[in-house]
């Protein structure tokens, strides 16, 4: 949501700049812009409503030698998309970038008289405050962005320079991330370290509440009371790979198909098959710790809740008492909810940086209970104030609409379930069948990922042509996996997709069966086979149009397509099925010509509330 990147060095700033913005696009896309200043403090401000290709058009008619320069790709909150709302924002010597939202803009911006306002957005308030404490650099940046930002309400990351001080950069953060990357040299800055990838591998990350003054080779960092700070140098695991479509058409696809080894990732040195025990290490509770635990909650947003449902369903299967709530954490952090002191909270963020997600680990940490980070993002704001946690390691996710993550985040939360069971002393025949398939789950997928590929393409182009709604069903724990489905199509394909279970169809959403819809159901040969059955029948007995998803080799209903999954497990086929809504909605996108990584409206990392 927004991207931020800055640079001070010997070289182009221009250069770094439009390839970092570009690695950052899928955080917003727009507008963006960059400003660069010469050694005397002459601005170059380039802005452009759209793409960075667009912005990088207008930068190569305009390419400058300047060494110094911030830039931002935008996801609007105040104001429409257009160039006027593009940062950076000027206002008298400085121009600011910034990701967040200032709740007090408006309050602000009547106290402040003598700046006259270009744009429609909060930042540029803030870059106007920020100005009227500076007084033309009669005092120094770094103390009039700190006067500013005392009176702010809300989130920021920001990046400000000025004409006076053409060999600095002040950055601050709140709430929004931050990453400094440290060179020989030269000093880059990025809200998201994948656009400091090739750059260098040195980064440090700033915390909420502090501000640093960079320059090509100085680094100050304080915090807003200005008390020096120094904050770890940490490495960038992330490679040049990883971030890279590497052959596939879109980064959606490349992150479907890389599953069986991001799922791999997930499990490495934390199964055991031999003697059917996992291990997780991360949380840090112990064997006694573990066995008081009896409520579970689960906190996320959009994929990351529907995977916290995934678990839930898991986890209650094979632990005795024991309560478990996925909540929305958006709801949830307004909800005037009792955690009873046996809870412990798993929070669950593919970015780790979901500004609903964070607010609910800090109301839920301030009430005493333990949190565990199910995160990512290495080093992200979720991840570094969790309790304890488990990184799911799948590497970057650089498509918007998230889909390894799902899979992985799902399975570690199963795990944390399989390591309270195993403290709980649960027998090893319960939980054997689970770790088992667990380890199975990655070369499932690659088998599926080598079979069903085409079948699901032809299906998907058909129906991309044919219906405007999807109606997504399964029960049990095919039931979040229906949710999951239904909201990748609707992200991607603007296609209007609800998903229910199969046992409410009757209380409802049968209504909706007509010849505008398809039904796309998954269907797991589970105890609940039969009763879902009839859940299809219904449907079919209306004219319904269904496509089915299902592990049972004999399936024979007069359904208009059947997509047959061959697997060996029985528990954890709802996660295969999965992988076929991917595809589905993937190929649907695709089939409409549309933008699949980069979906209208819609942003990667939602920093803001
Ligand atoms: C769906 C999607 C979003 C995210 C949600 C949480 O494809 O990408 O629903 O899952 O915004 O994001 P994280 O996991 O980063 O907290």
Not at 5 to 30: C, H, M, P, T, W
Not at 332 to 356: C, F, H, M, W
Not at 431 to 450: T, V
Request: glycine share 8%.
């Amino acid at each position: 949501m927004c991207g931020i990147v800055g640079y001070v060095g010997n070289n182009k700033a221009q250069d770094f700049l439009i390839s970092g913005l570009k690695r950052l696009e899928y955080r917003g896309y727009d507008s963006a812009g960059i400003v660069t200043l010469d050694k005397k403090g002459k601005a170059t401000l380039l802005r452009e409503k759209g793409k960075v290709s667009g912005l990088e058009s207008k930068v190569s008619q305009n390419a400058r030698d300047d060494q110094i320069g911030i830039g931002h790709t935008r996801w609007a909150t105040h104001g429409e998309p257009s160039e006027r709302n593009a940062h950076p924002h000027q206002a008298g010597d400085i121009y600011l970038v910034h990701n967040g939202i200032i709740e007090n803009y408006k309050e602000l911006k009547d106290q402040i008289k003598d700046h006259q306002f270009q744009s429609d957005t909060d930042s540029e308030v803030l870059a106007a405050l920020i100005n009227s404490f500076y007084q033309g650099g009669k005092h120094p940046l770094s103390n009039a962005v700190v006067q500013a930002l005392k009176l702010v309400r809300g989130t920021y990351g920001i990046a400000v320079i000025s004409v006076k001080n053409p060999g600095e950069i002040v950055v601050a953060r709140s709430g929004s991330p931050l990453v400094i990357g440290v060179c020989q040299d030269e000093t880059l800055i990025a809200s998201d370290a994948s656009a400091l990838v090739g750059h260098t591998k040195k980064a440090i990350y700033l915390n909420d509440g502090e501000v640093a003054t960079i320059a090509k080779d100085s680094i100050s960092i304080k915090t807003l009371d200005s008390q020096p700070v120094s904050n770890k140098v940490e490495t960038i695991q992330t490679d040049l790979s990883a971030i890279q479509k590497g052959g596939y058409d879109h980064f959606l696809l490349k992150e479907v198909m890389e599953q069986p080894q991001s799922l791999t990732e997930t499990l490495r040195g934390r199964i055991n098959v031999k003697d059917c025990t996992v291990h997780l290490g991360g949380p840090n509770l112990s064997d006694s710790e573990l066995r008081k635990i009896k409520h579970i909650i689960i906190v996320g947003c959009g994929t990351a809740y529907y995977a916290g449902m995934t678990a839930a369903y898991y986890i209650e299967k094979f632990t005795p008492e024991i309560t478990i709530e996925p909540v929305i954490a958006s709801e949830y952090r307004y909800r005037n909810a009792y955690i009873p002191k046996d809870s412990v909270a798993l929070i669950v963020s593919q970015s780790g940086e979901t500004a609903d997600t964070l607010a609910c680990l800090r109301e839920i940490k301030k009430q005493g209970i333990k949190t565990i980070g199910i995160v990512n993002s290495i080093g992200s704001t979720i991840a570094r104030e969790v309790d304890g946690g488990t990184y799911i390691h799948v590497g970057p996710e650089i498509s918007v609409a998230s889909t390894k993550a799902y899979t992985s985040q799902s399975i570690a939360m199963i795990m944390f379930g399989l390591t309270i069971a195993q403290a709980k002393g649960v027998k090893s025949n319960t939980l054997a069948p689970y770790i088992k398939e667990i380890a199975a789950l990655p070369q499932e997928i690659e088998g599926l990922l080598q079979s069903i590929p085409d079948t699901v393409k032809n299906i998907a182009k058909k129906y991309a042509k044919k219906y405007d709604h999807a109606i997504y069903l399964g029960r049990d724990t095919a039931y979040p996996t229906a949710l999951e489905g239904a909201l990748k199509l609707k992200e991607i394909s603007y296609t209007d997709a609800n998903a229910y279970p199969t046992g409410e169809l009757k209380h409802g959403p049968i209504a909706l069966v007509d010849d505008n819809a398809f039904e796309f159901f998954l269907l797991p040969e589970n105890d609940l086979y039969d009763k879902s059955l009839s859940g299809l029948e219904e449907v079919l007995a209306r004219g319904g149009h269904a496509i089915v998803v299902t592990d049972k080799s004999d399936f024979n209903h007069p359904v208009e397509q059947i997509i047959t999954v061959q697997t060996g497990l029985k528990l954890l086929t709802p996660l295969l099925l999965n992988v076929v809504s991917q595809l589905f909605a993937y190929n649907f996108a695709v089939a409409k010509g549309l933008p699949v990584d980069q979906p209208r409206n819609l942003a990667k990392s939602v920093t803001v509330e």
